[in-house]
């Protein structure tokens, strides 16, 4: 299983991103700025095409907030992996952050969100059609 994180200079992992089959699993640990978010997408996106994933789960459980450039560079990295050949699904939204999504007018174009990492892993095997001959 391979693992990337991105840390803070004096703390803990800011994002982890592993591998699980076919699939990568980035999780947010911690509010990221503008320049962690954009360094967050291009190290999922070259990261699909070095281990050639069919899918991302961006797992956002860790945030309750979420400001409408970080909705963006979600909506944008599903948008950027589904160019690479990757499904993208987006899990743990807070309620908080769902609300407030709405509330400012901001929307998740087309990308899929479901409740928790488990409902995340089957829904991308339906997605990615798992199935004989299918790795």
């Known amino acids: 299983m391979a693992t990337t ?19 990568l699993i980035a999780s947010i640990h911690a509010a990221l700025s503008d320049s962690e978010l954009l360094r967050f997408q291009a190290d999922v996106v070259a990261q699909i095409g070095e281990l050639r994933s069919r899918g991302v789960i961006i797992d956002v459980a860790a945030l309750d907030v979420m400001d409408s450039f970080g909705t963006l560079a979600i909506c944008n990295l599903a948008r950027m992996a589904k160019l690479r050949g990757a499904e993208t699904v987006i899990v743990g939204v807070h309620p908080d952050v769902a609300i407030a999504i709405v509330r400012l007018g901001l929307q998740l174009d087309n990308v899929h969100t479901v409740l928790d990492l488990e409902e ?11 199935g004989p001959g299918k790795p």
């Open 120 to 130: 995340g892993l089957a829904y991308l095997d339906g997605l990615v059609g798992k």
């Open 5 to 23: 994180s991105t840390a803070s200079e004096s703390g803990p992992r800011l994002v982890s991103i592993l591998k699980q089959g076919s699939y």
